[in-house]
């Protein structure tokens, strides 16, 4: 069955550190998304990417954030300058038919900032 | 704006007993509604999905779901639950061309 991969699974990176998070989405998806989950907390949507662009993003996804589709398969998410609160899950995710259908979620990147 | 809400954050059922974790939502027109499940250290895994037609649908793992327009709801149930069933739940919604918004999840305890 298809799936979606993130690697690393898990990544430790000192503050102000840049991080690049990378995702493999279902093949056929052309709609990829990234999550996020801080530790305890519920998992929170940052971007949505179609076409090339971005087609949504949330108050989080400030200019530390970029996502890129470096290559047809990858979809990254990059952080620039990371901080203590960036420490979470992140998850990726990809779908078929578009945002707020059905999605496909990674088994997601543990990020821990230290 | 739309909204998930898990009125129970923790959920305790022994071994064999039934289940039904509650899911409300605030929306202004036909959600797409989902469960997801997430096993500890685990990603999120789809249980089941509503976007229409039959209220109650089935779902992996012996889960359902139904879909009640007029309380707004999307309860999960399962009718005899086992130890591997212990995880946290998450109810999600969603509109064609919106992003998903997650509830803050249900953590469900099995007691042997």
């Known amino acids: 069955e298809p799936e979606v991969t993130q690697t690393p699974s898990h990544q430790v990176t000192q503050m102000g550190q840049e991080v690049i998070l990378r995702c493999v989405p279902i093949s056929n998806h052309l709609y990829f998304y990234w999550y996020r989950q801080i530790l305890g907390q519920k998992v929170e949507f940052l971007v949505s990417?179609?076409?090339?662009?971005?087609?949504?993003k949330s108050e989080i996804f400030d200019d530390q954030f970029s996502v890129e589709r470096p290559d047809g398969s990858n979809f990254t998410l990059k952080i620039r300058s990371t901080k203590l609160e960036d420490s979470a899950m992140y998850f990726c995710?990809?779908?078929?038919?578009?945002?707020?259908?059905?999605?496909?979620f990674g088994q997601g990147t543990r990020l821990t900032v230290v | 704006a739309q909204s998930v809400t898990q009125p129970d954050i923790h959920i305790t059922v022994s071994e064999g007993a039934s289940l039904e974790l509650r899911c409300n939502y605030s929306y202004g027109a036909t959600p797409y509604l989902f469960w997801y499940v997430q096993s500890p250290g685990q990603g999120l895994q789809l249980l089941l999905k509503?976007?229409?037609?039959?209220?109650l649908v089935q779902g992996i793992k012996g889960f359902e779901a139904e879909f009640k327009r007029s309380q707004s709801s999307f309860n999960l149930r399962k009718p005899s639950v086992h130890w591997s069933d212990a995880a946290e739940y998450f109810c999600a919604v969603g509109e064609r061309d919106d992003k998903i918004i997650f509830g803050k999840g249900t953590r469900l305890h099995i007691l042997p």
């Open positions: 509503y976007f229409s037609g039959d209220t």
């Open positions: 995710a990809s779908s078929s038919r578009g945002p707020g259908t059905e999605a496909f």
């Open positions: 990417f179609y076409n090339n662009e971005i087609s949504e």
